[in-house]
């Protein structure tokens, strides 16, 4: 062998990040000159160099090279006892390779990183977070955690509350955040907390420094903020129907019940409320007979003054048409009243009673179909009945318990002083305001002698 080589024996501890040397001696013992490069081989090959990379040796000379070990600071750098290899390989032909072994030691380190995800939580009830702990040393490492809040007025717990991690793994706990009194409603509080991740040291190591991280949990109301004005809106909402009720839809539903009591109804109920109680069909006719020309002599009396369209009716309601003994039957009549926007008022004969005869009025109504403006005045030889705004209603009905009694000879008018036409919903508009008025009550007439 014409070179030969040896490693320096004495012990080589190193640190994952760290650095060591080793030197090397090389001898040529052969008669030229010889040039030898170095191969490192085994686990150490990857971080460790040779400086110089080669020698050129004269007969007899001894050359020096150093190995440089810088093993990496990375979980996958094993721990403990670490072979080396080292080859001397001469360039010559026939020249034997020499190869050096030894071991150097790896000494273990502990290195972690932790995060809080999220930092920030929030909610009603309570905050949860999730901790991760990532080991990158390489050496198992067992990890206490424990957490803390700024103030008591909030409780913490950690699941697990201790964690064992291999080499270049992570483990995850997950930390809830409970507050010690309830939010109902106003401005939310927040909640300051720090958790601690401690390494455990292996026995004869210095403590280890605890890694600190700081989150928050923010405690909502849980009356959510919108549920008062929600409840102002729900309240304005339900005042604005009821007040639609009443002022829209109410009086048009009354509208069209006033509007099914036609007077062709109230006079039928009243043809048979006058009805022969014991069922005598002569009687009956003989005084629906009578009650028919009663009814025309109204009609005569005041159809000179009705418009077209106007009808007084009585049922019985002349004299002849009166039961035995001057007893009250039933009469009514009905007149229709159209007058121009302008101008004088428009007066009609709505009733005139008979001679002989009196008019006990009970029932009034007044229809305003059309939605006319103006006035309305209802009158009988005594002066003024009603005096009524026609803009004021649709329809108005009026009953006395006390009848107003109307003499023999006399008449209930009815006076229009149109001041704006109305307009009927989806109808053509009118040229002129349209008020109708029937009226209902009985009327009696004295007991003849010898009747």
Not at 127 to 151: F, Y
Not at 269 to 283: H, I, K, L, S
Request: net charge negative; proline share 8%; glycine share 12%.
């Amino acid at each position: 062998m014409s070179v030969s080589a040896n490693l320096d024996e004495s012990s080589v501890t190193v640190e994952p990040g760290g650095e060591a040397d080793l030197a090397v001696q090389v001898l040529n013992s052969g008669t030229i000159v010889e040039e030898c490069r170095f191969e490192v081989v085994g686990p150490c090959a990857d971080w460790a160099t040779v400086e110089p990379a080669s020698l050129s040796l004269y007969p007899g000379a001894t050359g020096s090279a150093t190995v440089t070990l810088r093993p990496p600071r990375t979980s996958q750098v094993v721990p403990g006892e670490t072979p080396l290899g080292l080859r001397v390989v001469p360039t010559s032909d026939g020249a034997e390779t020499a190869v050096l072994e030894r071991s150097v030691t790896v000494l273990p380190f502990t290195e972690i990183t932790s995060e809080l995800v999220p930092p920030g939580s929030s909610g009603a009830w309570r905050g949860r977070h999730k901790l991760a702990v990532d080991s990158r040393g390489n050496t198992p490492v067992t990890i206490a955690l424990s957490a803390r809040g700024a103030t008591e007025r909030s409780r913490l717990a950690l699941d697990p509350a201790e964690v064992e991690i291999p080499p270049g793994q992570a483990k995850f706990a997950v930390l809830s955040v409970r507050p010690a009194k309830r939010l109902w409603r106003g401005t939310p509080i927040t909640h300051p907390f720090q958790v601690a991740v401690t390494p455990r040291a292996r026995e004869g190591q210095d403590p280890y420094q605890p890694v600190l991280l700081d989150g928050s949990y923010e405690q909502q109301a849980i009356l959510p903020r919108w549920l008062p004005r929600a409840l102002v809106v729900a309240v304005l909402l339900a005042a604005a129907l009821v007040g639609l009720w009443y002022s829209v839809l109410r009086p048009t539903v009354r509208s069209a019940a006033r509007e099914a009591v036609t007077p062709q109804v109230v006079e039928s109920a009243a043809r048979q409320g006058n009805a022969d109680p014991n069922g005598g069909g002569d009687n009956g006719q003989g005084q629906e007979a009578s009650g028919g020309g009663g009814q025309a002599g109204s009609a005569g009396s005041g159809g000179a003054s009705a418009s077209p369209g106007g009808s007084a009716s009585a049922v019985p309601g002349v004299p002849g048409g009166s039961e035995p003994g001057g007893a009250a039957v039933p009469s009514s009549a009905r007149v229709q009243v159209r007058d121009a926007v302008g101008g004088s008022a428009t007066r009609r004969t709505a009733y005139a009673v008979p001679d002989g005869s009196t008019f006990e009025l009970t029932d009034i109504v007044v229809q305003n179909p059309q939605g006319d403006a103006g006035t309305l005045v209802i009158s009988t030889d005594d002066g003024q009945l009603l005096n009524l705004a026609l803009e004021n209603f649709r329809d108005s009905d009026y009953h006395f318990v006390t009848p107003v009694e109307v003499q023999s000879g006399g008449r209930i008018t009815i006076a229009v002083s149109c001041r704006e036409v109305g307009k009927p919903v989806k109808a053509p508009a009118p040229s002129q305001c349209s008020e109708s008025l029937f009226l209902g009550g009985k009327i009696s007439t004295k007991a003849q002698a010898g009747g």
